[in-house]
């Protein structure tokens, strides 16, 4: 990357502040849009915003963060948030920690109190604040002069793209912009993707050339990586059956696909049964595994080999079983579909289509789900938080196409909706303008729900399906598993999904049956801002498992 003109000029003794020279840092690095929630602490570096910045205004910090995310999932590029000192990235937390664990390259500054006043730990100081974010971001640092601002940013960029990606973190005092800046950092450039040790390669290649039956486990990193022509190529090869990682927040493989089985269960009792009769797993881009309730077993069936190819080495690590392989998950299927020879054996057998659902009212979550699928649009992208209907929804809703599907894989509540705003905006600010539903379930829903507000003032057209139950259905699932009746809190009685979508700004309409939908999508698709479509489903509590 070269400096711009405006740091050139900068560069030639004229008198820069410390301001003056991030903003060109930010311009030459491509980061000219923030999402923030405004403070005092961060209006020294808000005030005049240039002309051609984007400043993304959430009413929370969970929100800024959440939008943040799904804005960098689609760029393919590290996102800046900008938060308030301490009470702001405390609210932030829970969707920085869904950050952490989506890979997603962010920046998160947040203003600190005056140098001059630290020591007093007046009003709005960060105590200690590189501490606040951790473990959940690669990076943090608070600069020790005014000066080392820019060259910080410049750190921060490089750490959060190199994988694995993620976010890091900057406090700022707010007294450092008007300094005077030393001359700006260079701008670089690092390495995103790494391939694979060829010797370790061929070791992979020899293992799955003599396998008697393989079996594939494809995570997020396959779609993060551009790769599904590829991870197309190994299956094919080697007449494999391709399963879905556990609890995935993206899809891997086009689920049209013959050799696709489905998504696996994410207990490892449960899972290992879904593998029996496999002598190799082949895992691409997850982890070994993600597991929720804990119900006892082998993480792979008794003799069976694992081979593992992971970008992260921490989750090489930890993995209980198997032999690893650092690699980008496209370059290493690349380099697997180019070794591997055309196994001689029959392709895996299809798995069957789902049974046909009832349309009677209240529809079942299958139900909603089977008239979702049929009025899905061909490009559509969905965004999903509604965890006691996901079973449901991954049974009928189908993906053919990467990029179109996003979840958290934190398992944490309040990311789906500002990710939805996020990815919506990101489809208008690239020029692909593929339309976006989001199903979000009426518990998720007020987690983030200020981010539905934003998304009436950037006048997104996003649609945002809500299941209604009025429950924490899932939360009952896991007491029936675990045997705890009688847990409080449970039930979410006196809530008006489309009242509180209309305070927001946003258009909405109760749905009840499959032609209903078909309708409202059909309107809220071509709408010039979001639209929020409660549909009130039947309470029946899913099994977890």
Not at 49 to 75: C, I, K, N, R, W
Not at 410 to 422: D, I, K
């Amino acid at each position: 990357m070269a400096l711009s003109a405006g740091a050139a000029r900068l560069d030639s003794g004229a008198m820069a502040t410390v301001r003056d020279t991030t903003y060109e840092l930010l311009r030459a690095l491509g980061m000219t849009t923030v999402f923030g929630n405004p403070g005092s602490t961060e209006e020294p570096f808000l005030h005049a915003f240039p002309d051609d910045f984007q400043y993304v205004h959430a009413l929370h910090e969970a929100s800024v963060v959440g939008m943040a995310d799904g804005y960098a999932q689609v760029t393919g590029r590290p996102a800046h948030v900008n938060l308030h000192t301490a009470p702001g990235t405390g609210n932030a937390m829970g969707n920085i920690v869904t950050a952490w664990h989506n890979r997603t390259p962010l920046i998160v500054t947040a203003g600190q109190q005056t140098r001059q006043m630290l020591l007093l730990e007046p009003r709005l100081t960060a105590r200690r604040p590189t501490e606040l974010p951790q473990p959940y971001v690669k990076w943090a640092y608070e600069p020790v002069r005014a000066q080392d601002v820019p060259a910080s940013l410049m750190r921060a960029y490089a750490t959060a793209i190199q994988p694995p990606a993620g976010p890091v973190f900057l406090s700022l005092p707010l007294d450092d912009w008007a300094q005077p800046a030393d001359p700006p950092p260079a701008v670089r450039s690092v390495a995103t993707r790494f391939a694979p040790d060829p010797q370790r390669l061929r070791q992979f290649v020899a293992a799955l050339t003599s396998a008697r039956s393989p079996v594939m486990v494809l995570g997020a990193a396959v779609d993060r990586a551009d790769a599904w022509d590829s991870a197309v190529a190994v299956a094919e090869r080697l007449a494999a059956p391709v399963w879905s990682a556990p609890a995935p927040e993206r899809t891997a493989f086009p689920e049209s696909h013959p050799h696709f089985q489905g998504v696996l269960p994410y207990a490892a009792g449960p899972l290992a049964e879904r593998l029996h009769g496999h002598d190799t797993v082949l895992v691409v881009g997850a982890p070994v595994f993600r597991y929720y309730p804990h119900v006892p077993g082998d993480t792979v069936p008794e003799g069976a080999q694992l081979l593992h190819v992971t970008d992260d080495p921490e989750e090489a690590a930890r993995a209980p079983v198997g032999d690893s392989l650092l690699g980008d998950a496209g370059l290493t299927l690349a380099a697997l579909a180019e070794l591997l020879p055309s196994a001689d054996r029959p392709p895996p057998a299809t798995p069957p289509d789902p049974p046909p659902v009832e349309d009677s009212l209240p529809l079942s979550a299958d139900a909603l789900f089977a008239a979702l699928a049929r009025y899905w649009p061909s490009d559509g992208v969905l965004v999903q938080e509604s965890p006691s209907n996901l079973s449901a929804l991954r049974r009928r809703l189908r993906f053919g196409r990467p990029g179109s599907y996003f979840t958290m894989a934190s398992g944490g509540l309040g990311y789906g909706l500002p990710a939805a705003v996020g990815i919506a905006l990101a489809q208008r600010d690239t020029g692909q303008h593929r339309p976006v539903i989001a199903v979000i379930g009426d518990g998720s829903f007020h987690y983030s729900v200020q981010a539905l507000w934003t998304a009436a003032q950037l006048r997104l057209p996003l649609v945002v399906v809500v299941p209604v139950n009025q429950q924490y259905a899932i939360l009952k699932a896991f007491a029936e598993l675990k045997h705890t009746p009688g847990v409080p809190g449970l039930d979410l009685p006196g809530i008006d999904v489309s009242a509180v979508a209309r305070g927001y700004g946003c258009a909405t309409a109760v749905v009840e049956s499959p032609d209903q939908l078909g309708e409202a999508l059909d309107v809220a698709l071509r709408a010039d801002g979001p639209t929020v479509l409660p549909v009130p489903i039947r309470t029946d509590i899913p099994p977890l498992l």
